[in-house]
Nanobody
Framework: VQLQAFGGGLVQAGGSLRLSCAASGRPSRSFAVAWFQQAPGKEREFVAG????????YYSDAVKGRFTISRDNDKNMVYLQMNSLNPGDTGVYYC???????????????????WGQGTQVTVSS
C-alpha cells in the first residue's frame, strides 16, 4: 500500500485543520489505518486509528473529543479532522496502514507496514 498524507499547515491555537491520506495499491477497505504524531524532539506517537470498515475508532487521551478519524473506502481516503488545536499538537503527522491486523487499529507502530511521508502541522500560541 502506498500512502500520501497532505493538508498540514500553520494554524493558530483554537483553530482547525483536516489532514487527508490517499491510499493506492490495494483497496483501502482491506486494512486498518491510523495517524501518528511526531512532535519536535520526541518519538512518534499514536493519535487515532480506525479498523478496516471504519466501525471502530480509537484515540489517544490527548486528542479524544477534539480529533476525528474517518475514512471513505470508495475513494481510498482517510481523514483526520483536528479541532481546538493547541501548541502540543505541533509535529509531523503520518498516516499508516495495517493489512496484517485490519481489525486492530490502536497501534503500536510495529503493527503498521505502510507509512505515508508525513505532513507538518504547526500550531502557534
Amino acid at each position: 500500500v502506498q500512502l500520501q498524507a497532505f493538508g498540514g499547515g500553520l494554524v493558530q491555537a483554537g483553530g482547525s485543520l483536516r489532514l487527508s491520506c490517499a491510499a493506492s495499491g490495494r483497496p483501502s477497505r482491506s486494512f486498518a489505518v491510523a495517524w501518528f504524531q511526531q512532535a519536535p524532539g520526541k518519538e512518534r506517537e499514536f493519535v487515532a486509528g480506525a479498523t478496516r470498515g471504519g466501525s471502530s475508532t480509537y484515540y489517544s487521551d490527548a486528542v479524544k473529543g477534539r480529533f476525528t478519524i474517518s475514512r471513505d473506502n470508495d475513494k481510498n481516503m482517510v481523514y483526520l479532522q483536528m479541532n481546538s488545536l493547541n501548541p502540543g499538537d505541533t509535529g509531523v503527522y503520518y498516516c499508516a496502514a495495517s493489512a496484517r491486523f485490519p481489525y486492530h487499529a490502536i497501534g503500536p507502530e510495529s503493527q503498521y507496514e505502510s507509512w505515508g511521508q508525513g505532513t507538518q502541522v504547526t500550531v502557534s500560541s
